[in-house]
């Protein structure tokens, strides 16, 4: 168990990407290895675990259900439920989370663990969460929630990012006990670290401490590297602090190397380790270690080689989300407002403005179906914006749970696609109904809901594309009207097709709500093709061409070319520089 430590910017959490294969910025130089072996990338998302320092949990879930949720997507297939359900119980009570065991994770909105509702401490539990100043349950329990979804799959190496950050004493020596226990199941621990307590500092094995970037030691912790620091030079008529009997020894360290780097001597440190007999140590034992682990494990080997970074088939993923995602949205009623209410209040104001309008072909009336069909098919598009919150907010747990192994984009994307589009298809039927015979339309509904149902779908991957584009919520919800807005001039209702000037002429083809306009236009008027405005038949009078299936059938391409705009977008947009 090594602790990396160094004043605040010295590299600590840099470092700790490197070795994770996490850092996405920059520029990586030198070597890694993992049992004298460099390993693949799928190697470390597979069998080693990280812990934020920003906890990343699914808020819907349980404290069981997110690890028994990780559990199914992190262990083998072929290992049966009680197995697993075994495994989290274990963690459960190796991390003091039983009384946490049935308590919502929570947001800032609804409380969970993280907003004090039950404590984790029977002997100590309040109405509103436990008070008591040392027990810090609110970030204990998320933080050994944390660790937890980290160690379902026994990692290899655990990697933890200030594991102590916001936790008072007593919590902090609390959590760095836990973490101490896994080291005797064989796990390696590595973890940044701040300021620990004197408890907590002596229960690392080593230390490496860190200057602007560069090693100023490495080596045991505790009396070994108070002499070390005492023994450095210093300029002349100056004085090392002396180190109280009791007092935090990592603390002075950082003090002390932390003063020298203020005043620009941080560098003296660097060159006194590189030139000191503890690095021809280090260096010597690391060599040694290289040459005994040349004949590496032929099952060790294997793990360092693995090609895939998930567990589980792509199908089991996909059930596994549903089963614990989806299936809690769809009761959570923040999650459904957004995608039904605004759905349900256009449909009705339809429904009494344009009442039994449909079947009345006069001319003066002709403009009012053709407005009220375009309404139709531009208000999904418009109602994406619903979505990009699923994308954009989720994105630190995206991130984490795909370094994390638990499962591809491609699978992520698809169980999104079908949370919203079987919600979807539900919301339509009912809200097409209701316009359709309401408003006394003409053609079949069949075509009227498919349209409206691939219009939202269209809307959907649209949303997602512009949300994972996007580096935050506000250039997402201002790029993704902006479009649709320019989608409204092209559609042909607003400006006929023969009217377009010719340098913006190609544009409508790009325009997937002028297919739908278009389907429903055929769908109305394709059985009264007598039925004249200006002269014309109203189909001819705004370019409508091809048949109401056709168009349907063109309008379906866009959701495919939008789907696929998204996957590339979650697999290759990284807005989290680490």
């Known amino acids: 168990m090594s602790a990396l430590m160094g004043p605040s ?19 990586t130089q030198g070597t890694i290895l993992f049992a004298g072996v460099k390993p693949s990338s799928m190697f470390l998302r597979r069998y080693t675990g990280y812990v934020e320092q920003f906890d990343t949990l699914v808020d819907v879930l349980t404290v069981e259900e997110m690890l028994l949720y990780t ?8 290992e049966d439920h009680a197995s697993k359900s075994a495994a989290v119980d274990t ?25 004090g509702q039950a404590c984790c401490h029977s002997s100590h539990s309040l109405k509103n969460g436990c008070l008591h100043p040392k027990h810090g349950c609110g970030m204990w329990r998320a933080k050994r929630t944390n660790i937890g979804i980290a160690m379902i799959t026994n990692p290899r190496v655990l990697f933890l990012d200030e594991p102590t950050s916001g936790l008072d004493s007593y919590t902090s020596n609390e959590v760095m006990t836990v973490v101490k226990q896994l080291v005797k199941s064989g796990i390696t621990v590595c973890a940044t670290i701040h300021s620990p307590t004197p408890y907590a500092f002596r229960l690392f094995d080593r230390m490496m401490l860190l200057l602007r970037g560069r090693v100023v030691y490495f080596g045991p912790r505790g009396n070994e590297a108070v002499e070390y620091f005492k023994a450095a030079p210093l300029p002349e008529g100056q004085m090392m602090t002396s180190l109280a009997e009791g007092a935090n020894e990592a603390e002075w360290i950082v003090d002390i190397t932390t003063q020298a780097d203020r005043q620009q001597r941080g560098g003296m ?116 914006a619903a979505y990009i919150p699923a994308i954009v907010l989720e994105r630190p747990l995206f991130t984490r749970e795909r370094n994390d192994g638990l499962y591809r984009v491609i699978t992520y994307l698809v169980s999104k696609m079908l949370e919203e589009l079987i919600l979807a298809f539900v919301a339509s039927l009912i809200f097409s109904c209701i316009v359709f015979y309401g408003v006394r339309l003409q053609g079949e509904w069949v075509l009227f809901w498919l349209v409206y149902l691939v219009t939202l779908s269209c809307g959907i991957v649209l949303a997602y594309t512009v949300a994972a584009c996007a580096p935050n919520m506000d250039v997402a919800n201002a790029a993704l009207p902006a479009y649709v807005v320019t989608l409204l001039f092209f559609a042909g209702f607003l400006l006929r097709s023969d009217s377009m000037p010719r340098y913006w002429f190609w544009y409508q083809y790009l325009d997937f709500i002028r297919y739908g306009w ?24 705004y370019d409508i061409n091809y048949s109401k299936w056709a168009n349907l059938g063109f309008e379906s391409i866009f959701f495919l070319g939008f789907f696929v705009l998204a996957w590339l977008a979650l697999s290759f947009c990284k807005h989290s520089r680490r």
Request: proline share 4%.
């Open 518 to 541: 278009h389907a429903q236009m055929g769908n109305q008027f394709e059985g009264n093709r007598d039925v004249l405005l200006n002269g014309k038949p109203i189909l001819e009078f």
């Open 91 to 115: 963690l459960i009570h190796d991390l003091g989370l039983e009384g946490c065991r049935n308590t919502l994770i929570g947001n800032s909105m609804n409380r969970g663990i993280s907003g």
């Open 9 to 27: 910017g010295s590299g600590k959490t840099t470092l700790l990407d490197v070795l994770a294969g996490r850092k996405t910025a920059g520029k």
């Open 71 to 78: 559990a199914q997507l992190k262990r083998p297939l072929r």
């Open 269 to 384: 440190f660097a060159d006194m380790y590189e030139a000191s007999a503890l690095k021809a140590a280090n260096d010597e034992e690391l060599d040694g270690m290289l040459k005994q682990n040349s004949s590496v494990n032929p099952a060790t080997l294997k793990e360092l080689s693995v090609k895939r970074a998930t567990v589980t088939p792509f199908w089991w993923a996909l059930w596994i989300m549903f089963r614990f995602r989806t299936a809690k949205n769809y009761k959570n009623g923040a999650f459904l407002g957004p995608r039904v209410g605004d759905k349900m209040i256009f449909s009705l104001l339809i429904f009494t403005l344009y009442f039994a309008i449909g079947k009345n072909f006069n001319p003066d009336n002709l403009i009012n179906i053709s407005a009220v069909l375009f309404m139709w098919s531009t208000l999904p598009a418009f109602g994406a």
